[in-house]
Structures are given as structure tokens and as C-alpha cells.
């Protein structure tokens, strides 16, 4: 294919708040191109990842090249990069945003806009994008766009008057939004033939082709055979294929150019020698320095991932691998449990991003996964002076060596209807938040302004604010610092003895409330043994609550003839197939399950 | 080798039954007879070198067959089988389900140990256990057995039933031991799934005795039996001395058995298999076979006349097999791991326990070679007690002897 005229190409990404239609939109976009008939069409072409079109959210950014022909004649290349849209990802959606020229803003007719949608929107302001706004879900009887478009115009502050009303799941008025991108996205500006410099957005690991890496052309050009170097890790190799994005297919071309967006194969094995954010450039023609790349992103929620079956703990090592090589949030390094063996500190974004990695480090690589409580990283200011970054509660110090201690707080926004404000604010307080100030942005809607503990909304915080608010409040925080805060170690005592992978930090005021939460729940998740089995949560040398598992008290079949001996034969099977499945801590048995149980500890 | 004979026919199916049975009409009944006496005498031609010492009439309700069944059947065994002159032969039987006429029947046919079920000596239990009798009934039945001649009587209790406690059970216990049967067999209800009683309680659920409560009721059985003559061998049964059930005992001792009829398991040779569990299904294959079932008992007499020629004894031997092949579902041969592993979890059912010497002579192993970490253990944690040489359970490792079996697994 000859080389496109850069006036000809699009490179767009559509943002939304979670739910607006964003994935259904592409979808559309996809259809009304005419690259896929309407029967090749599964719902949610770009979603391929398992995962992802089970939970109905977009997980990884994916992207794909297409061709409309427009109303002027002409026929344009589109790269439509589909970004997430949960608050955890901001950090992907970052990604995608730096490789494209202007983003698709979807607002939802009857919803307007959300939290996320500001959050996204400035996101992609910051990367200099041109915003085009859509307002999806015109079919609904709720849908009101007079007044959406106005919040659009007030809150936000971009023009909006011409916003295209479509229904993405109608198919309605999606003509209108391809002309727009045509006439409203910036062209990419780039020098065809000036030195090779092209931005990673993303990577995979095929087991046949490699490390595939994703990249937006900036300027220059590259095809098979030219000699690339990764500017940050200085790793060089020879292209082996570029090509760009089918729908769901990689479609081998014979170059890319500036202001193209594709991928390139080189003879690239080693998984860490290409990073996201990083630039590709020629080696023998190399550009003067590298792109500015993405602002690398920390994690903020820490916990421990054991295998199950502890043989497996290289195989961990080796999917962890190649997960954080599109996933480059993720954080992990090796360490060791009593209870759980050999394992790995793993650092997520937030604890949806913890849940996602589990469940594909349990579907993709097929591992059997233990999963210790999330927490957050403190910093305990020891009294000889020094400062420790505490991901691993089991790593706290003694308590006579703490002068104090900090942990993390974040500044939220909660929008909600007038009518559960009331709610919301009492679960606020119930996490410690300190309230900030309330804003009004219509009669019916206000926007909340919390300080809140990190710890406390990595567990359910999300789920109780959805369930408290009959699920219209919507939600976004970002990072505000660390605080002095009075916080203790919590550790559980199975049969009397510390069990090291439920250990959690706490905040004083509400270690007793948790630590018989934690006792309940064990008990229920522990079968009865030979013995009786105290369990114990304890602060310090102090027992907070207890529970005891009562010793098994009957284990007998009654009746055993001789058509009953082969059924025998399995039960006794399944029961000792069942203790290999359970951890020995001390002389207890203790069941996976409840290592995972406490991490779901019920709010009412 | 033991013979066990299934029955699967009964007049209403009680409550928290999972047996293989259930009712029928006279002809499903008169056709299934005819089938299972082809099995019998296939089995005969197959097995006609093994001695056997025991028959198990088993069901189901066998005593709902009439007094021709019973004799067509033991007509059948009798030629095809060589019974041991002193076998003991059971048939289990429902309270008012025979009447005098039938019990002088069995007597004649060689039955010489009756297997009643009685379950409960309380008539409003009975009920909700969907049995059709009263304690009454049995009380007839029993009298007639008696009288009859029968020396040999096992009586069926259920335990833990719904609504019961430890005092209401002493009740039934003090009644079935004023009538002087020479075993007992007390069974703890299991739940099982698939029954009415599963839908209405669940495992473990509302209204049953609680676990604590089923282990009181289940130690006072053991008190109040011993102390009444009566000796627990097994897990749920007890006898007078000398009255063990031979037949059982078998199963616990990996005795050859072969199980005759629709759904009966056996174990031959180190094989386990069992037949198919539909009644026309079964009647079907066998009638079938009859013709040719026909050609084989012709070639009996001629065999017997010429003086069993080799040759002849093979070909007959190859038809039974083929025949009864056609019912088996499920074959398994139990390997020497397998073997060992059954010797303990069977053997332990039994008071007295595996015999060490026994178990070395027969694999060639020493006990402690094979299971000598798991003893230690069990026998640190008060489970089991080995005593004249013997390995057997505790009171403790009784109540609990499913963790205590699942150990012995290799």
C-alpha cells in the first residue's frame, strides 16, 4: 500500500464515563465503515479479550484501522484507539490518549455528565487533544440532550451546540459522527522523512511473532528489516514486520510512516526490552531525543499472589512477566509468606485492577491463585529517624520503634442525586472522610468533595456507594498525599499461632470492628478439624475478638455393603483430595478460600 | 464365594430410601423373576467350581415375591450353584409382608437367618418415615418367625430420625431388645440426596438431632446393646455371640461376592463390577438371551451325562460369560495399592480391625512398611489402637472414621 497522505488520516480515542455507550459507539464506527458486514459483527468487535466481554467493560486498550469513504470524495484512514473507562485505568487510558490527535467525548443523554467524564475529558485536554462531544442514548425515554449539552457547555466548558445525538445501539445518526471526526479531528503533522520517532502505547507476547509492540508514528518511517532502537532500555533489533490493525487481526503492510499508528515485530524475545511510553527510533538514523512518554504511574494498592499449588511459583513469575508487558502499572517482586510459601508483592492500581490481573493470571496461564488482603502503602517514621514504605504488613516494625506513621489520602469527588446525598455522606464519615465542601451543578445533582483514606475505598468503598444511591452516584479521586494517621497492625491467631498472610493494617478506631468481622468470617470458612480451633484477632499482644471452630464431632457413614464400597472409595478420595487443597498452618488445615473471604468483608 | 440377590421391588418406596427400588405390577415382577433366574443359572456355568457360603436376599422387599418365586429361584441356585452344606441364607422382609404359609416356604427352601426391617417400634415415627407397617405388624411377623422355626433374626432400627431424642430412642431400644432378636442392625439416617427426606431436610438440616445429639443417641446404642448381650462388631451392627452376619462380614473382608439381579455389585477375583440399573433393561437382555439360555441348559445334562469332556465345560462357560457380560456397566481391577487400601477402609468397619499378620501374609508387605507414618500419627491422635495385633478404631476414631479411612488411601 502506498504511503497515505497524512491529511487523509484520523487518530482518535473515544472517552466516557463507564457505561455511556463508549465501546457500543466504536462498534457502530466499526459497522458503518464497511470494514466488517453487519453478520461478521459480534457485539463489541474490539473487546477480545475474554474478560472483557464477560464483565462488559473494556480492560486493555485496543485498537483498529479503518476506512471511510466521506461525504467530500475522499477516503480517509481512521485509527480509532479504544481506551477504558474505569477510574482504575487512568493510566491506560493515558496511553492511548498519546497517540492520538483528538478524542470523541461520549456523554450519555439521560445521565449527562459523571465524574469520569471530567476526569477523562482533562486527561486528554492535557494531551492536547481536540474534544469532539457525542451525546449517545437519545433513544432512551429518560434522554434529555437539551439540558446535557448545556452541562456540557457549563461544566465542562466546551463547545457542544452541534454535539451529534445519536443511539449507538440503534445505529441512529452515526453518519453524522464520521463527518465530524473528518472535519473536527486534527490531521496528524509529522515529517515523513525526518528521523524515525514513534511512541510505544502497547505491547503483547504472541508465543509465534514475539513481542508485538503497538506505536503511533511521529515522524519518520520504518518497515522490515530497518534497524530500530528503544530509546530508554537501548535495546536494537531488526524489524521483522509492521503492519496495522484489523479488527481483531494484525494486517502486515509494507511500511508505516509519520502519522500512521500500527505495529512492529523485530527479533525482539525478551519481554523487558520494550516499555510502554518508551520511543522507537532508527538506529542508524536515530532522532535527537526521545518523546516526553507518559508519566509513569505508581501503584497504590499492594497485596500478595501466591500460587495455590506452591510448584507453580515460576510459572507465577513467568505470566506476571508478560502481563507487565502491556500492563506496565504492574508492580510485583518476590517474597516469602510462612503460610503461603514463596510468592510475589504485586502493586495495582486499584483493587479492580487487582481483581482483573487475578482473573487473568487464573484464565489466560490457568494458575490457581491465594490472594492476600489489599492494602496501601504506609510510611512508618521510625525513631531513630528512618522511613520505611510499608507495602507488606508482616514488615512492620516493632511498635517501640514507630514514632509515627502516614498513610495515603486522596481528594474525591462524588456526584450524586440531591436525594442520597444524606446517604453518601454517612458512608463517608463511616471511611473517615472529612468533608471538603458541596457543589450544586443542577437542581438535582450535587458534586461531594471528600478527603478520604486510601485504605478505606480500596475494598468496597465503590460497591457501597453504587448500593447506597440505588447506583447513580458516580465516582473519582486522585492522590492528595500522605497524613499523619493513628494505625495499628491487625493479625489473626489460627489455633494460637499468627498467620502471616492475614495480617492487615488498620486504623485504631475500627481494628475491633474488623477484627471480629475477620474472626466471623474465618469461622464460617475453616471446616471443623480433630481439634477445637481458636481464632483470634489481636492488636499488639491484645486479643480483640475471638471465635472458635468447634472440634468435628461426627465423620461416619453408617452403612457400607457391597454395592456401597466403590461410592466409599470416592468419598474418601474427594476427602483427601480436599485436605491437598488446604494450607497446614501450625496443625491447622486451613481452606484457600479463606484467605480470599476476608478480603470481601461485608459492609452491613 | 457369596451370592447376593437383588430384589429391586417393594410396595412403596419409603421416605429416605436410596436403594435401587421401588414399586411394581405383577407381570414387571414375573418377568424380572424369569430374568434373574437365567442370570443365576448363567451364573452357575461361569462359577460352578466355587463353594458358596452365603446367600443375601436383598432389596427392595424380596419377601413381596410370592411363595413360587422363592422356590423357582432356589431351584435354580440349588442346580446351578454348590451351596455349602452349612451356608447361611438371609432374605430381608418387610413387617406384614409374609404370612405363615410364606415363612414355612423359605424354611423349606434353606433360608435359615431373616432380616426384618422394623426401623422404629413407635407407629407415629414409622409414618414419617413413610413405612407402610405398624409396630403391631411386627410383632405378628415376628411371632410367626418364631414359631415357624426361625433361630436367626436380625432386626433394622433407624436412628437420628427427625423429631427424635435420647430418650425416645432408649424407648425403642429397651422394646427391641424385650423381644430377644439375636442381631441388631442400628443405622444413623443418612440424608441422602435424591429422597424426599433430602428435599425436606437437606444435609444436616432443620429437625434432625444435631451432630452432638446423633453422637449421644449413637454411644447410648453401644451402652445399652452391650450391656443387653449384644456385641457391637461393626460400626451399626450387633449380635448375640455367634451371630455375626457372615454374609456381611464378607464385604468388610473382601470375600469374593457375586451379586445377581439389576444393579448387584460383585467382587471376583480382585475385579469390582456391577450390573445395569433399569429394570427393562435387564429383564430385556436376559429374556433374550433365553433362547440361547435354552441351548446352554441343554448342553447341562449332556455335559453331566458325558462326564464334563473339557472341551463342552469351555463353550458353555464362554456363553454365560457372553451373556452376562451384556448387564455389567462398570468393571474395575483393583490393583495391589487398591487392595491394600480396601483391606483398611473395609476392615476398619469392623471392631476387631485388620489383622496384621493377615495383611502381611496376603501382600507380602509389612503394615508398618505400607502404613507406618499414618498409624503413628492416628494412633497419636487417639484414633486408632492396635491390640492383638490387630489395627482397629477408637471410640473417637469411630465417630470420625471417615477422615480416619481416607488416611489409608496410598
Known amino acids: 500500500m502506498a504511503t497515505i497522505d497524512q491529511s487523509k488520516i484520523r487518530n482518535f480515542c473515544i472517552i466516557a464515563h463507564i457505561d455511556h455507550g463508549k465501546s457500543t459507539l466504536a462498534d457502530r464506527i466499526i459497522e458503518k465503515t464497511g470494514l466488517l458486514t453487519s453478520r461478521e459483527m459480534q457485539a463489541q468487535v474490539l473487546d477480545n479479550m475474554e474478560l472483557e466481554r464477560e464483565r462488559g467493560i473494556t480492560i486493555k486498550a485496543q485498537s483498529v484501522r479503518i476506512v471511510y469513504n466521506a461525504q467530500d470524495g475522499e477516503e480517509y484512514v481512521f485509527n480509532l484507539i479504544d481506551t477504558p473507562g474505569h477510574v482504575d485505568f487512568n493510566y491506560e487510558v493515558s496511553r492511548s490518549l498519546a497517540a492520538c490527535d483528538g478524542a470523541i467525548l461520549v456523554v450519555d443523554a439521560a445521565q449527562g455528565v459523571e465524574a469520569q467524564t471530567l476526569a477523562n475529558v482533562y486527561l486528554a485536554l492535557d494531551h492536547d487533544l481536540d474534544v469532539m462531544p457525542v451525546i449517545n442514548k437519545i433513544d432512551l425515554p429518560s434522554a434529555d440532550p437539551g439540558r446535557v449539552i448545556e452541562e456540557i457547555e457549563d461544566v465542562i466548558g466546551i463547545e457542544a451546540a452541534d454535539a451529534p445525538l445519536i443511539s449507538a445501539k440503534t445505529g441512529l445518526n452515526i453518519e453524522e459522527v464520521l463527518e465530524q471526526i473528518v472535519k473536527k479531528i486534527p490531521a496528524p503533522q509529522g515529517d515523513a522523512n525526518a528521523p524515525l520517532q514513534a511512541l510505544i502505547f502497547d505491547s503483547l507476547y504472541d508465543s509465534y511473532k514475539g513481542v508485538i509492540v503497538f506505536c503511533r508514528i511521529k515522524e519518520g518511517r520504518v518497515k522490515k528489516g530497518t534497524q530500530i532502537r528503544m530509546m530508554a532500555t537501548g535495546a536494537e533489533a531488526e524489524v521483522v514486520e509492521v503492519g496495522y490493525f484489523g479488527a481483531g487481526q494484525f494486517i502486515p503492510a509494507d511500511e508505516l510512516s509519520a502519522g500512521m499508528v500500527g505495529y512492529i515485530t523485530a527479533s525482539l524475545k525478551n519481554v523487558k526490552d520494550t516499555r510502554v511510553g518508551d520511543t522507537v527510533t532508527d538506529a542508524q538514523n536515530p532522532c535527537s531525543e526521545p518523546l516526553p512518554g507518559y508519566k509513569k504511574v505508581n501503584p497504590m494498592v499492594y497485596c500478595g499472589l501466591y500460587p495455590a499449588d506452591g510448584a507453580k511459583y515460576p510459572d507465577l513469575r513467568d505470566a506476571l512477566e508478560k502481563l507487565q508487558l502491556n500492563d506496565a502499572s504492574l508492580q510485583f517482586e518476590a517474597e516469602t509468606s510462612i503460610a503461603l510459601g514463596f510468592g510475589f508483592r504485586c502493586g495495582f492500581l486499584g483493587l479492580l485492577h487487582l481483581e482483573i490481573i487475578q482473573e487473568r493470571l487464573e484464565r489466560e496461564y490457568n494458575l490457581d491463585l491465594v490472594t492476600t488482603a489489599p492494602g496501601v502503602i504506609y510510611k512508618v517514621y521510625k525513631t531513630n529517624g528512618d522511613v520505611i514504605e510499608l507495602t507488606n504488613p508482616s514488615n512492620l516494625p516493632d511498635p517501640s520503634e514507630i514514632d509515627y506513621m502516614e498513610e495515603p489520602m486522596v481528594k474525591a469527588e462524588i456526584m450524586v442525586t440531591a436525594e442520597f446525598i444524606g446517604a453518601i455522606m454517612d458512608l463517608c464519615q463511616e471511611r473517615r472522610g472529612i468533608y471538603q465542601g458541596m457543589e450544586y451543578i443542577e437542581e438535582t445533582r450535587a458534586v461531594l468533595r471528600y478527603h478520604l483514606p486510601l485504605n478505606e475505598i480500596i475494598y468496597d468503598f465503590f460497591d457501597a456507594l453504587k448500593s447506597r444511591s440505588r447506583g447513580y452516584a458516580s465516582f473519582d479521586y486522585e492522590m492528595l498525599g500522605y497524613e499523619r494517621s493513628e494505625l495499628v497492625k491487625l493479625d489473626i491467631l489460627i489455633n494460637k499461632e499468627e498467620v502471616d498472610a492475614l495480617s492487615f493494617i488498620v486504623h485504631a478506631g475500627t481494628a475491633y470492628e474488623r477484627g471480629r468481622k475477620m474472626c466471623e468470617k474465618l469461622k464460617e470458612e475453616i471446616p471443623r478439624q480433630l481439634f477445637e480451633i481458636p481464632i483470634q484477632a489481636a492488636v499488639g499482644s491484645k486479643i480483640i475478638a475471638r471465635e472458635t471452630v468447634k472440634a468435628m464431632r461426627k465423620d461416619v457413614l453408617a452403612k457400607c455393603y457391597g454395592g456401597d464400597i466403590t461410592r466409599k472409595r470416592k468419598l474418601l478420595e474427594k476427602q483427601k483430595e480436599g485436605k491437598k487443597r488446604m494450607r497446614q498452618v501450625g496443625n491447622v488445615e486451613i481452606p484457600q478460600s479463606a484467605f480470599m473471604s476476608v478480603l470481601k468483608l461485608d459492609d452491613k | ?410
Open chain 2, 1 to 410: 464365594m457369596e451370592l447376593y440377590i437383588h430384589i429391586p421391588f417393594c410396595v412403596s418406596k419409603c421416605a429416605y430410601c436410596d436403594f435401587l427400588s421401588g414399586p411394581s405390577d405383577a407381570g414387571t415382577i414375573r418377568r424380572y423373576v424369569e430374568a434373574l433366574t437365567a442370570e443365576v443359572r448363567a451364573c452357575g456355568e461361569m462359577y460352578h467350581d466355587r463353594i458358596i457360603t452365603t446367600v443375601f436376599f436383598g432389596g427392595g422387599t424380596p419377601s413381596i415375591l410370592t411363595e413360587e418365586q422363592i422356590v423357582v429361584i432356589f431351584r435354580a441356585m440349588r442346580e446351578s450353584f454348590r451351596l455349602a452344606r452349612d451356608a447361611e441364607i438371609t432374605i430381608e422382609m418387610n413387617p406384614g409382608t409374609v404370612t405363615e404359609g410364606k415363612l414355612r416356604t423359605y424354611r423349606e427352601a434353606g433360608i435359615n437367618r431373616l432380616s426384618i426391617g422394623l426401623q422404629s417400634v413407635n407407629d407415629r415415627e414409622l409414618k414419617m418415615l413413610g413405612r407402610i407397617h405398624t409396630f403391631a405388624d411386627f410383632e405378628t411377623t415376628y411371632a410367626l418367625a418364631r414359631k415357624v422355626g426361625f433361630q436367626n433374626i436380625n432386626m433394622d432400627l433407624i436412628s437420628a430420625i427427625p423429631g427424635q431424642t435420647v430418650e425416645s430412642w432408649r424407648g425403642t431400644l429397651e422394646k427391641a431388645v424385650s423381644m430377644n432378636p439375636e442381631h441388631i442392625s442400628a443405622y444413623s439416617l443418612i440424608v441422602e440426596e435424591g429422597t424426599p427426606f433430602y428435599a425436606r431436610y437437606g444435609e444436616g438440616g432443620e429437625g434432625l438431632p444435631s451432630e452432638d445429639e446423633e453422637r449421644e443417641i449413637y454411644d447410648l446404642t453401644r451402652r445399652f446393646l452391650e450391656k443387653s448381650g449384644y456385641e457391637r462388631y461393626e460400626i451399626s451392627n450387633y449380635a448375640k455371640p455367634g451371630f455375626e452376619c457372615r454374609h456381611n462380614k464378607g464385604y468388610w473382608e473382601r470375600t469374593d461376592y457375586l451379586g445377581i439381579g439389576v444393579g448387584a455389585a460383585s467382587l471376583v477375583n480382585n475385579q469390582r463390577f456391577s450390573h445395569i440399573r433399569d429394570v427393562a433393561e435387564y429383564i430385556r437382555l436376559l429374556a433374550q438371551e433365553n433362547c440361547s439360555g435354552r441351548k446352554g441348559a441343554e448342553s447341562a445334562p449332556i455335559k453331566s451325562v458325558s462326564g464334563q469332556t473339557a472341551a463342552i465345560k469351555s463353550v458353555s462357560e464362554q456363553n454365560a460369560s457372553e451373556r452376562i457380560e451384556k448387564i455389567v456397566t462398570e468393571r474395575e481391577t483393583l490393583d495391589v495399592q487398591a487392595q491394600m487400601e480396601e483391606t483398611m477402609f473395609l476392615g476398619l468397619r469392623e471392631m476387631r480391625g485388620v489383622s496384621i499378620p493377615e495383611f502381611e501374609a496376603q501382600f507380602g508387605k509389612t503394615v508398618q512398611d505400607v502404613y507406618g507414618r499414618v498409624l503413628s500419627t492416628m494412633e497419636k491422635e487417639g484414633l486408632l489402637r492396635v491390640k492383638d495385633e490387630r489395627i482397629c478404631l477408637t471410640e473417637r476414631g469411630v465417630d470420625i472414621s471417615n477422615y480416619v479411612m481416607s488416611q489409608f488411601l496410598l
